[in-house]
């Protein structure tokens, strides 16, 4: 027969257990879908760029960077989205050559997740 302390080691195990570890957990953003692709080939010299996450974002807080061919560099404003979970800009007049993005985000967490993204333009 089971004492009263055996029975209250089980029940707050069974109570530490519902309230920390069975919760779900909050993850870290990660990148779902782009546009453009990594390794696309971009045949307009107009490039619209949206960015998917698996979580909601805190896109006041999050940022794209643009690298040229040049090696010249820039932040694109980004447009305002009605999504909780992406980031949109616009790229215009791309000259023909390779191209990355670089993100970084703020997903609700808490967590800064960063990423490139490259594409090449063909005019």
């Given at each position: 027969?089971r ?29 779902a ?20 996450f ?27 989205t ?19 993005l ?5 997903s609700?967490d808490?967590?800064?997740?960063r ?6 333009v063909?005019?």
């Amino acid at each position: 027969m089971r004492s009263c302390r055996d029975i209250a080691l089980a029940v707050g195990a069974i109570a530490f257990w519902t309230l920390f570890a069975a919760r779900p957990s909050q993850a870290h953003a990660i990148l779902a879908d782009s546009t453009p692709r990594e390794a696309q080939l971009v045949t307009s010299p107009d490039v619209p760029i949206e960015l998917r996450f698996n979580c909601r974002i805190d896109a006041k807080r999050s940022r794209v960077l643009v690298i040229g061919p040049d090696l010249r560099s820039a932040v694109l404003p980004l447009a305002e989205t009605a999504a909780p979970d992406a980031v949109r800009a616009h790229l215009g007049d791309l000259r023909q050559g390779v191209y990355q993005l670089h993100w970084q985000v703020l997903s609700v967490d808490g967590h800064i997740t960063r990423g490139d993204i490259s594409f090449r333009v063909l005019r």
